[in-house]
Nanobody
Framework: QVQLQESGPGLVKPSQTLSLTCTVS??????????WSWVRQSPEKGVEWIGY???????YAMPNFKSRTSISRDTSKNHFTLQLSSVAPEDTAVYYC????????????????RGQGTQVTVSS
């Protein structure tokens, strides 16, 4: 079964860039018809979808994040990454990477197949 694991710094200073990596095992990120996603959750804002990279390598970021989000992948390492620039304290959240099917449309809850999450705090 597929497993996902987030990694990255737990503390980021305001105005810096948050960088997270999701390492996937038990399945390939190039497997047909799956989208590899980044989602976050905080008490203040609930679940927020950030964006995804498809099995073909195409990327999409939600409108709220589009201007400061970059999602990429390394197929040789079977991982994908999130970069979120110009972070502010409001970006403090638990960040999850996840796998969803291409026709997924549930955006108000955490997806079932996801990593355990990593706490990121934005503070000076």
């Amino acid at each position: 079964q597929v497993q996902l694991q987030e990694s990255g710094p737990g503390l980021v200073k305001p105005s810096q860039t948050l960088s997270l990596t999701c390492t996937v095992s038990g399945g390939s990120i190039t497997t047909d018809s799956y989208y590899w996603s980044w989602v976050r959750q905080s008490p203040e804002k609930g679940v927020e979808w950030i964006g995804y990279i498809t099995y073909l390598g195409r990327t999409y970021a939600m409108p709220n994040f589009k201007s400061r989000t970059s999602i990429s992948r390394d197929t040789s390492k079977n991982h994908f990454t999130l970069q979120l620039s110009s972070v502010a304290p409001e970006d403090t959240a638990v960040y999850y990477c996840a796998r969803v099917p291409a026709d997924y449309s549930v955006y108000d809850a955490l997806p079932e197949i996801r990593g355990q999450g990593t706490q990121v705090t934005v503070s000076s």
